[in-house]
């Protein structure tokens, strides 16, 4: 397996205001320059050269609808400060901490090379304060810079282009497209921990607060390989080659607790033959997903709804606060798995007795947090399963 190329919209990002190296991609095309071969840059009317530019696009979902967003990224060689005074002159706002701005992030219709008034409805300066990055980000009206106090938050040690798109759309919903203006790389000093070392989930908690839930199927999708990619003797966990652009999975094992796609450890069940259960529930759930749900608008929005609950779950802690809880919860879907493959087309998936375990979970769950989205999610799993209550295996196919 293959994974697809680093996301390009963040190469520059990474470079000129992370100071790290690549971070993985959605399905973009990668347009990147390493060297200043353009003179066409137009900001605000006046040219800047520019190199390391990017193109790609934010694929954002709103509950069950997605929408991509075009996204341009680029660091200005020079006259970074020229591009403040311009913005400032403008539209007629007054900021602070001029000479800690990083980049500059601009909203609007058909941004293109030539970044004009017109076209731009909302912009979002981004600054390094003490290690914080500070996204203040201003509403365009009548040719003026209103703050969107709403939409400003300080994102500690780092920053994801969806994170731009989202505001974009909260801006204006007509918009399309944004363009990112980077800081010449050599003004970029910042120097970032290792947050996921550190568990540090304080920047996606404030994400859940201002947005719905931007980790998708699509983001896990780059990290775990497919049933078809890996046997049922396999974690299903990718690793990534740089040198080769390679990607092989990683081999489970119970004894040593290797990761699940929960990001906790998976033991199943204690009164069977562990391995042997959770590599063959875990067969069936692939296969569930990849050839039954894929294939299906509604079997789609499910597998989109299982790798949200489980991000929601792992930045807020409920994976640690409710282990057990959840450790019976996914020994249940496990079987159920392992039966629904197996059982016949008149057989009834899941009884009354099922369905009440199921809506103690939902009504568990829902109160983990108030994002939107999340709310939409287990709303919509309650009422679908008054649907699915009692309904036989080939009553469920027809649904999905």
């Given at each position: 397996?293959?994974?697809?190329?680093?996301?390009?919209?963040?190469?520059?990002?990474?470079?000129?205001?992370?100071?790290?190296?690549?971070?993985?991609?959605?399905?973009?095309?990668?347009?990147?320059?390493?060297?200043?071969?353009?003179?066409?840059?137009?900001?605000?009317?006046?040219?800047?050269?520019?190199?390391?530019?990017?193109?790609?696009?934010?694929?954002?979902?709103?509950?069950?609808?997605?929408?991509s967003?075009?996204?341009?990224?680029?660091?200005?060689?020079?006259?970074?400060?020229?591009i403040?005074?311009?913005?400032?002159?403008?539209?007629?706002?007054?900021?602070?901490?001029?000479?800690?701005?990083?980049?500059?992030?601009?909203?609007?219709?058909?941004?293109?090379?030539?970044?004009?008034?017109?076209?731009?409805?909302?912009?979002?300066?981004?600054?390094?304060?003490?290690?914080?990055?500070?996204?203040?980000?201003?509403?365009?009206?009548?040719?003026?810079?209103?703050?969107?106090?709403?939409?400003?938050?300080?994102?500690?040690?780092?920053?994801?282009?969806?994170?731009?798109?989202?505001?974009?759309?909260?801006?204006?919903?007509?918009?399309d497209?944004?363009?990112l203006?980077?800081?010449?790389?050599?003004?970029?000093?910042?120097?970032?921990?290792?947050?996921?070392?550190?568990?540090?989930?304080?920047?996606?908690?404030s994400?859940?607060?201002?947005?719905?839930?931007?980790?998708?199927?699509?983001?896990?999708?780059?990290?775990?390989?497919?049933?078809?990619?890996?046997?049922?003797e396999?974690?299903?966990?990718?690793?990534?080659?740089?040198?080769?652009?390679?990607?092989?999975?990683?081999?489970?094992?119970?004894?040593?607790?290797?990761?699940?796609?929960?990001?906790?450890?998976?033991p199943?069940p204690?009164?069977?033959?562990?391995?042997?259960?959770?590599?063959?529930?875990?067969?069936?759930?692939y296969?569930?997903?990849?050839?039954?749900?894929?294939?299906?608008?509604?079997?789609?929005?499910?597998?989109?709804?299982?790798y949200?609950?489980?991000?929601?779950?792992?930045?807020?802690?409920?994976?640690?606060?409710?282990?057990?809880?959840?450790?019976?919860?996914?020994?249940?879907?496990?079987?159920?798995?392992?039966?629904?493959?197996?059982?016949?087309?008149?057989?009834?998936?899941?009884?009354?007795?099922?369905?009440n375990?199921?809506?103690?979970?939902?009504n568990?769950?829902?109160?983990?947090?108030?994002?939107?989205e999340?709310?939409?999610?287990?709303?919509?799993?309650?009422?679908?399963?008054?649907?699915?209550?009692?309904?036989t295996?080939?009553?469920?196919?027809?649904i999905?």
């Amino acid at each position: 397996m293959k994974l697809k190329n680093f996301k390009p919209i963040l190469l520059a990002i990474s470079i000129a205001v992370l100071s790290t190296n690549c971070t993985e991609s959605n399905d973009t095309t990668d347009s990147t320059t390493e060297l200043s071969s353009f003179a066409n840059l137009k900001i605000l009317g006046q040219p800047y050269d520019y190199y390391n530019h990017a193109t790609g696009n934010a694929k954002l979902k709103y509950f069950n609808d997605e929408k991509s967003i075009t996204a341009n990224s680029l660091i200005i060689n020079e006259k970074f400060e020229l591009i403040v005074e311009d913005l400032i002159a403008s539209y007629n706002f007054t900021t602070t901490d001029l000479s800690k701005i990083t980049s500059i992030a601009f909203y609007g219709h058909n941004l293109n090379f030539s970044l004009q008034k017109e076209n731009i409805t909302g912009f979002t300066l981004l600054k390094n304060i003490d290690g914080n990055f500070i996204t203040e980000t201003y509403q365009v009206k009548d040719s003026k810079a209103i703050s969107a106090e709403n939409l400003t938050k300080i994102h500690k040690q780092r920053i994801f282009s969806e994170v731009f798109g989202y505001i974009s759309n909260e801006i204006n919903e007509e918009n399309d497209s944004f363009f990112l203006v980077n800081r010449p790389i050599e003004q970029q000093t910042i120097k970032l921990k290792n947050v996921e070392e550190e568990e540090d989930y304080s920047f996606e908690l404030s994400l859940l607060d201002q947005y719905p839930i931007i980790y998708t199927n699509e983001a896990a999708s780059k990290h775990y390989c497919t049933l078809t990619e890996c046997d049922s003797e396999k974690v299903g966990f990718c690793t990534h080659v740089t040198d080769t652009e390679d990607s092989y999975c990683g081999k489970s094992s119970y004894i040593d607790d290797c990761p699940d796609e929960e990001g906790g450890t998976d033991p199943g069940p204690e009164e069977e033959d562990d391995y042997t259960f959770v590599q063959n529930a875990r067969a069936a759930m692939y296969s569930i997903r990849d050839n039954i749900f894929s294939s299906s608008t509604k079997g789609q929005q499910y597998i989109d709804f299982y790798y949200k609950i489980g991000h929601v779950w792992k930045v807020t802690g409920t994976y640690n606060t409710n282990t057990a809880d959840i450790q019976q919860l996914m020994d249940f879907i496990r079987r159920k798995s392992l039966y629904f493959l197996a059982a016949g087309s008149n057989d009834v998936i899941i009884n009354t007795s099922e369905a009440n375990y199921l809506r103690s979970k939902i009504n568990t769950y829902k109160n983990v947090h108030s994002n939107a989205e999340y709310q939409y999610i287990f709303t919509t799993l309650d009422n679908d399963l008054n649907t699915f209550e009692g309904k036989t295996k080939a009553d469920l196919l027809s649904i999905f």
